[in-house]
């Protein structure tokens, strides 16, 4: 789905129209020094136009701010690539912004004074005509600035687009291919426009300045419009500045701990950063997971220990994976670049204004974050390469083998669980108090069932297209090491005692986590799920196209995928073919995390006949493929990746929107269809139905969709609505081969509808 900042284009109007407003104005005032050197005609103009003036300022903020929100949206949909922040950072970054805005409009007011004082000097009367010339050329060129920067951005942006999804897959390969010669070279461009942009906010700002101290000077009450300009410019240049992450989240978010109470862990991690040469303070923070990666903020540094690794760990093998780490923390400090790009990514001023204010820079910040992110990916191999080596620094070879080992068993259980009946997170009424301690039991009794298996899929791994680490194998012979097992070493008891308080910890934080919103997430991933199973058997346990779909989920929710997979297998034993596309790809994930093959041709078969699950699916095949070293498989999933990949880019993801500009006409369904669909439809929408449409959006001259857009009563419930459309969908996708989209009405305001004859097929007669 393609996502369009809807109110941009309106800041950018209100920008060219402060801009013509200017015009007769200057040609108005021409000549002559004096307000009382205008005629009463003239003095009329001048007002309405500075009344004008403002009132496009004031609608321009106002847009800004709606595209700031939209921003906003637009990244929550796309899922946002960057961490999640604590609420006290947000809070720290969004009072930089706006202590920003407000130091620029007391700079720009400051200067408009010394303006007005100059302007009445005799130097600063002689001066009024050249003056105000170069004003309008400075406004011009702050105008011209953010319109060829948002062009700019966006036909570069296009140029990248347009490639095709083959092309830029071979574009990342040759960048990672000559990762070590280009690096250098790379590093050097990124300089140059991290320079010009500090270049560019230093004219820029300067011009402001300009701008507000000759409108001060001479332009009377006209000066307003000039002012907000001028303070609103001076603050997306200060923006710019290099500013840090904030830190102070690290005293309120919840996981951090402190020294005197972990001793031996902070003692191991300091010691690990000192060997590097990093000075910065440290603080500790566990997390219920098996991932171990640290976090550089200035000169303090967050260590992420998750738990279900690191009580796997000695002493000296912890030592080892921290060299790893900071090791990564020292190549970011002496790399000014990696600096910059962190920086703007988690310091920059926030504001409802930001996205306005990243006009000027578009141009040049998104160029550095594309070649930035191709630098990073080229070279990341490398980078965990030279990391590696830094793990023998204090240990041998062995010991660090058998903490690299160590760390990736987590993500090979996780891989596993899946598809293992297991309990309920929510059964109990009330937050498990242990649930951290059970999980990390469930862990070791894999460990000890399954590490065998695990290591045997060391040598047969093979390196993703898109991996950001070397495979296990790899690392190992970074190493030098050539066996897949691990050491086991007796821990000082003071160190394990360290690790119990630890998972005690941790279990009682999350269960005050849990708290906040237990009930609700109960009712939704237990209860539920629970009563829904149980109505279903109470019917006989039926296998029917519309409802299987909803009891698979249901049996998953409530960790019986046994039965689960029971249900799909009944569904392409006994359902028509178009209902079992999401048992195929369903069986086919569950023969995949258990290893067999059969599951490949089960997804592809899946994807072959529903569109819904090219993306999932070949993420499965693709990762299935390089866990087990199935080359053969693995060619196949490649080049059916890059075509079914340009084809969901071309043609399959326009079928999940319906927007102003689409090929909309009247839709004609093939016999008895739309009858059958709108009984469904209208008896899953009961009371809450108010209007169905049904549109045909063509795509391409071979692709199109019937789309069906549901209009609900005014009023009717969220979740009630949300039902009524997943019952609807589940039915679309099962009852036929035919390409079917569903719309909720409210989500889908620039399209009218009602402008295409024919097109409402359904209208309740609810108190009519």
Known sequence: MKHRNKYMPAVIVCIILMFLLILPAAVITKGKQEVSDLTALESGIILGLIAAEIAVVVIMFVFAFKAGKETDRIRAERGSERAPKEDRQDRVLKTRGWVII?????????????????????????????????????????????????????????????????????????????????????????????????????????????????????????????????????????????????????????????????????????????????????????????????????????????????????????????????SHIMS??????????????????????????????????????????????????????????????????????????????????LYEDVVIDKESLYLPENPDEHLVSKEWGRFKKALSERSGSWNSLIPKQILSRSDSHPTLDMRLKTLGVSEYGTVEKATAPEYAAELEKAMAFVDALNCELMKEDYKEARKAQYLDPLKKTEEWRAQGEPVTAEGYRDITDALESLGRFKEAESVCDRAIATLPEAASHFALFKKGVYSLRRYDDAGIELIYRAIDANKNYVEDGLEEIGAYCCLTGNEAELERYRSAAAELGQKQEDEYDEIDSLKKGDKLTREELPDGALERDLAFIAAAGGDILEKVYLVRKTVSDDFFTSAYVVRFEKGADNEARGEVMQKIFNYLDTVSDWQYSLFDFDYIPNVSLDKIEGCLVYESQNDR
């Open 332 to 413: 970011t400090k002496k790399n000014p670049e990696i600096r910059y790009a962190m920086d703007r990514e988690g310091g920059a001023p926030d504001t409802s204004l930001s996205a306005f204010g990243d006009l000027m820079f578009r141009w040049l910040d998104i160029r550095y974050a594309l070649k930035y992110s191709f630098y990073r990916f080229a070279n990341s191999i490398i980078f965990e390469e030279e990391a590696d080596r830094a793990m023998t620094l204090t240990c041998d070879k062995s010991t660090a083998a058998s903490a690299l080992i160590k760390t990736g068993y987590y993500e090979s259980f």
């Open 102 to 326: 407000l130091v620029s409009f007391l700079l720009a007011g400051g200067f408009a004074v010394l303006g007005a004082l100059f302007g009445g000097t005799e130097a600063g009367k002689s001066a009024r005509t050249p003056m105000l010339i170069i004003l309008c050329a400075a406004f011009a060129a702050t105008v011209a600035e953010l319109v060829f920067s948002s062009i700019s951005a966006k036909r570069f942006m296009k140029s990248m687009t347009d490639l095709k999804v083959a092309e830029r897959q071979e574009l990342l390969l040759k960048e990672r291919s000559s990762a070590r010669e280009n690096a250098n070279k790379t590093m050097a461009e990124l300089k140059t426009i991290r320079k010009k942009t500090y270049v560019l906010a230093a004219v820029m700002f300067l011009t402001a300045v300009f701008i507000v101290f000759t409108a001060g000077a001479y332009l009377d009450k006209l000066f307003i419009p000039f002012l907000f300009w001028s303070a609103a410019i001076m603050s997306f240049c200060a923006g710019r500045l290099p500013f840090k992450t904030p830190t102070v989240f690290m005293n309120e978010a919840p996981g951090f701990t402190k020294k005197e109470d972990y001793p031996i862990l902070y003692s191991i991690a300091e010691k690990a950063a000192s060997d590097l040469g990093c000075r910065d303070e440290i603080r500790i923070r566990f997390f219920p997971d098996g991932g171990i990666g640290v976090a550089g903020f200035g000169d303090k540094t967050a260590l992420h220990l998750g738990l279900f690794t690191l009580c796997q760990l000695s002493e000296d093998e912890l030592a080892s994976v921290l060299h790893h780490e900071f």
